[in-house]
């Protein structure tokens, strides 16, 4: 499935049809280039799903937990800074990966062959005139 982002103001319908198409799925994977959105879709994803907290990018920490207007947490986790495939294992990654949590995921080639088979794929690639393509699998 492809999903074209023409502008910001489509970010939110475009999160929406990503949820509806992958309607159950908990584990997502972005993959793009840096700039290419990875934190702006997910922060609308976060938003959408309801989130009460303030979304910003996990780069320091590794791992932001958010929490939805209704007491749920979902997770937030960019491997930019991960320079080993084993540090990820100190951080418990199985957790969130085996849980009924949502988790979206910056930078998961890393952590490709640890991926669940469930796991949304999501590669993002910036078209011409800034547009952006999401490309699901």
Known sequence: ?????????????????????????????????????????????????????????PTFTLVNEYRTTGGESMYHIDFYRIKKHDEVFDFGIEEYLTGEKYCFMEWPELVEDILPEETVRVRISVEENEERMLLVS
Not at 1 to 15: H, P
Not at 18 to 37: E, H, P, S, V
């Open 1 to 57: 499935m492809n999903i074209v982002i023409k502008t910001k103001r489509e970010i939110r319908s475009a999160v929406r049809k990503l949820l509806d198409q992958t309607k159950g799925k908990r584990i997502y994977a972005f993959y793009g280039a840096m700039g290419a959105g990875k934190t702006t879709i997910i922060k609308a994803l976060c938003e959408y799903l309801g989130a009460a907290d303030l979304v910003s990018s």
